[in-house]
């Protein structure tokens, strides 16, 4: 009796950790990178320098998914120390929907500027990305980068929850690899996946504090 209460008391930790590592799982908030863009390298960019005397560097671009939630712009500081400021507006061609000056300082050189804000109603959308400077010189400018076509290197990012990213995830392997196997097999599989970890890691926890309670009765 008391084995088989042992293991029924196991078998239900080891549900409810499942349950709870699932429920973080599926409700967890992901970047994506929007539909359209690439994260990967590109070749052939130009450096355009941000100086004062010069037009505000404006990017526009759709967005096809809900929930813009982030910009990465990839920007050069020629290995130096700038002493500039910049500034970056984020706008849906009618209103600003976001707008930051940075410390060229903090940049680093051929790294992405991180731009997070509140998530956008951004769906089938345009908007119009501007950069400036307001007092760079042309030897203490940084630089943003653009392609062979004049499009500025950013990738936007859409937030996107662990459920969505995994149906995404899961039809791509059943649509190339495995055809045969549905979607809901492969949450299936993911479910069982996780059930055995947490069984596994339970077990070992228990065996740990079997262990500690053994030594202390031998005291």
């Given at each position: 009796?008391?084995?088989k209460?042992?293991?029924?008391?196991?078998?239900?930790?080891?549900?409810?950790l499942?349950?709870?590592?699932?429920?973080?799982?599926?409700?967890?908030?992901?970047?994506?990178t929007?539909?359209?863009?690439?994260?990967?390298?590109v070749?052939?960019?130009?450096?355009?320098?941000?100086?004062?005397?010069?037009?505000?560097?404006?990017?526009?671009?759709?967005?096809?998914?809900?929930d813009?939630?982030?910009l990465?712009i990839?920007?050069?500081?020629?290995?130096?120390?700038?002493?500039?400021?910049i500034?970056?507006?984020?706008?849906?061609?009618?209103?600003?929907?976001?707008?930051?000056r940075?410390?060229?300082?903090?940049?680093?050189?051929?790294?992405?500027?991180?731009?997070?804000?509140?998530?956008?109603?951004?769906?089938?959308?345009?908007?119009m990305?501007?950069?400036?400077?307001?007092?760079?010189?042309?030897?203490?400018?940084i630089a943003?980068?653009?392609?062979?076509?004049?499009?500025?290197?950013?990738?936007?990012?859409?937030?996107?929850?662990?459920?969505a990213?995994?149906?995404?995830?899961?039809?791509?392997?059943?649509?190339?690899?495995?055809?045969?196997?549905?979607?809901?097999?492969l949450?299936?599989?993911?479910?069982?996946?996780?059930y055995?970890i947490?069984?596994i890691?339970?077990?070992?926890?228990g065996?740990i504090?079997?262990?500690?309670a053994d030594?202390?009765?031998?005291?």
């Amino acid at each position: 009796m008391v084995y088989k209460s042992s293991l029924l008391k196991k078998l239900f930790l080891t549900l409810f950790l499942s349950a709870v590592l699932l429920f973080l799982l599926y409700t967890a908030q992901l970047d994506k990178t929007a539909s359209g863009f690439k994260s990967g390298v590109v070749p052939n960019l130009s450096a355009v320098p941000l100086v004062s005397s010069n037009i505000p560097f404006v990017q526009k671009f759709n967005i096809r998914e809900n929930d813009l939630s982030r910009l990465d712009i990839l920007i050069s500081t020629y290995g130096r120390e700038n002493n500039s400021n910049i500034e970056i507006e984020l706008s849906d061609g009618k209103t600003s929907v976001f707008k930051k000056r940075f410390d060229a300082k903090q940049l680093k050189d051929n790294s992405y500027m991180k731009l997070e804000f509140e998530k956008l109603s951004s769906k089938n959308k345009d908007f119009m990305l501007t950069i400036r400077s307001d007092n760079s010189d042309p030897g203490k400018a940084i630089a943003v980068w653009e392609t062979q076509d004049g499009e500025l290197r950013f990738i936007p990012y859409v937030k996107i929850s662990g459920a969505a990213y995994l149906n995404q995830l899961f039809e791509r392997i059943s649509l190339n690899n495995l055809p045969l196997i549905n979607l809901y097999t492969l949450h299936a599989l993911l479910f069982f996946l996780v059930y055995i970890i947490s069984f596994i890691n339970i077990s070992f926890i228990g065996l740990i504090y079997e262990n500690i309670a053994d030594g202390h009765r031998k005291r």
